[in-house]
């Protein structure tokens, strides 16, 4: 920036042009303009899309059929394993809710990987998660067609990077192979 300060002005200008409002929506012939009328249509439209119901039984039932008392206490955290999650970040991705951007772990990656190594493994020997790490901000994305129409967005969730670390580091890092098929 000190070389080419006409590059952050340029940079903010772009960001000041960005059209960001959703909607007015078209819905039954009359349009929708109040801000909590379109986040309500947009949550609907979003709640269609998901289900945990597949023929009568939670789906979230399945994954755990097979589950043994002590499968996750095998869980290994390494140090390597959360510098190399954090090496594969992408330093210009916006921080979530928890307001930890990518940039700060990645240039801290050596020194905090053994605090967020503990915070991990208190995680799973409690089997809870802080709530800051399960919040996400949810940004509709505009796919095509009439901008009128709800169904024309689709949602994506913008999560904590730490969590997204904890999910990369314990990827494959089990003392035993996987029970499940």
């Known amino acids: 920036m000190n070389k080419n300060p006409k590059m952050f002005h340029d940079f903010i200008k ?3 042009k960005r059209d960001n409002k959703i909607g007015p929506f078209k819905i039954d012939g009359k349009y929708v303009n109040d801000d909590k009328e379109i986040c309500n249509t947009m949550m609907k439209q979003y709640n269609t899309q998901f289900s945990n119901n597949e023929n ?3 789906v979230t039932d399945k994954i755990f059929d097979d589950a ?4 996750i206490s095998d869980i290994l955290i390494r140090d390597e ?3 190399n999650a954090i090496r594969g970040m ?3 991705s916006t921080a979530g809710p928890d307001g930890i951007p990518a940039k700060f772990l990645i240039e801290t990656k050596e ?7 503990i915070i991990m493994r208190k995680s799973i020997d409690q089997g809870k998660i802080p709530d800051v790490l399960k ?3 949810v940004t509709p994305i505009h796919k095509g067609g009439s901008k009128l129409k709800p169904e024309n967005y689709r949602p994506v969730s913008l999560t904590s990077h730490i969590m997204k670390i904890f999910e990369k580091s314990g990827e ?3 003392n035993i192979p996987s029970k499940r098929t």
């Open 111 to 117: 020194n905090i990987a053994v605090p967020l190594g």
């Open 135 to 137: 919040l996400a901000y």
């Open 81 to 83: 394993d959360i510098q």
């Open 68 to 71: 043994q008392d002590d499968d």
């Open 56 to 58: 009568g039984r939670d």
């Open 172 to 174: 494959g890092s089990t």
């Open 90 to 92: 992408d330093q210009n």
């Open 14 to 16: 772009n960001k000041e």
